[in-house]
């Protein structure tokens, strides 16, 4: 158990670890709340993410940063699956996550994702939508039984690689510019 809670510590509080094909291991969005409560509701699809253009890319990819924000609250992951692709490993990294800390009685808190800055660029045929992302610290345990550990502020520069489906736009991936 010290050594599995000494790597999610790790994982929360160093910079993101790629997984598969070039999508992060998860790190820590997430808000105040522990639990879902009857005042909390999932993110809201705005209108400007439901467009077919490189601005509603980038829409919906400060939507999937809420939608992480929110799974991370709560627990909740049905929205943030419907917005990814079964193939991306590194939101199924995040979806996996955040299920099993709350089916094993942890949580997440006092912490999120913001989105300080974006930009989208068209690179090789891929829509590609490059994102800042400032992290702050919060706690979380991994389940109801583990300690309380703390992860820190952290500043991230991200790739998203949002597709646009019958549907409408599910994230691909995402990964680190630096790693890219």
């Keep these: 158990m010290r050594v599995r809670t000494i790597i999610v ?22 808000g105040p709340a522990t ?3 009857p005042t909390q509701v999932a993110p809201t699809l705005p209108e400007a993410a439901k467009d077919d253009s490189e601005e509603g890319a980038v829409a919906f990819v400060k939507h999937y940063i809420e939608l992480l924000n929110y799974a991370s609250d709560t627990g909740d992951v049905e929205r ?6 079964p193939k991306c490993v590194g939101c199924n990294s995040y979806i996996e996550l955040y299920e099993s800390t709350y089916a094993n009685g942890g949580y997440f808190k006092d912490s999120g994702w913001k989105n300080s800055h974006q930009v989208s ?3 090789e045929g891929e829509l590609l939508v ?3 992302i400032e992290a702050a610290g919060g706690t979380f345990k991994e389940d109801r039984d583990d300690d309380i550990h ?10 998203f690689a949002p597709i646009l489906t ?4 599910i994230l691909s991936r995402f990964s680190r510019q630096a790693d890219q």
């Excluded at 943030?80 to 692709?85: G, T």
């Excluded at 019958?166 to 736009?169: F, I, L, P």
């Design 80 to 85: 943030l699956r419907e917005a990814s692709d």
């Design 130 to 132: 490059f994102a800042d």
């Design 121 to 123: 660029d068209m690179q």
């Design 35 to 37: 639990s879902a409560t």
């Design 9 to 30: 510590a790790t994982m929360f509080s160093s910079a993101l670890a790629l997984v598969g094909c070039s999508d992060p291991a998860p790190i820590e969005p997430n």
């Design 166 to 169: 019958n549907g409408g736009w």
């Design 150 to 159: 703390e992860s820190r502020d952290e500043a991230y520069q991200l790739i």
